[in-house]
């Protein structure tokens, strides 16, 4: 297991822990059945991490997909 680190700045600091908490509320309102459980930032940016290396690993799943069209946004051909 791999550590990085990252710098942002405190509006996005306050908008991934906003995020989270979202995301943790939708686990329990759902019962628990998301793909990854309560979230933290830290597995929040995981989770995402994940996604985007299945643009490589796994191209024509839904996340690898979904991921790749995010980076064709932004002006990035995968």
């Not at 822990?17 to 597995?43: D, I, M, Q, W």
Request: with cysteine.
């Amino acid at each position: 297991m791999k550590r990085i680190t990252i710098q942002v700045s405190e509006t996005t600091v306050a908008s991934l822990c906003e995020l989270a908490k979202r995301c943790t509320a939708a686990n329990a309102y759902s019962g628990g059945f998301t793909s990854h459980g309560p979230l933290t930032v830290a597995s929040l940016l995981a989770m995402l991490a994940e996604d985007a290396g299945m643009v490589i690993t796994r191209p024509g799943s839904w996340e690898g997909a979904n991921m790749a069209q995010v980076f064709s946004s932004h002006g990035y051909e995968v």
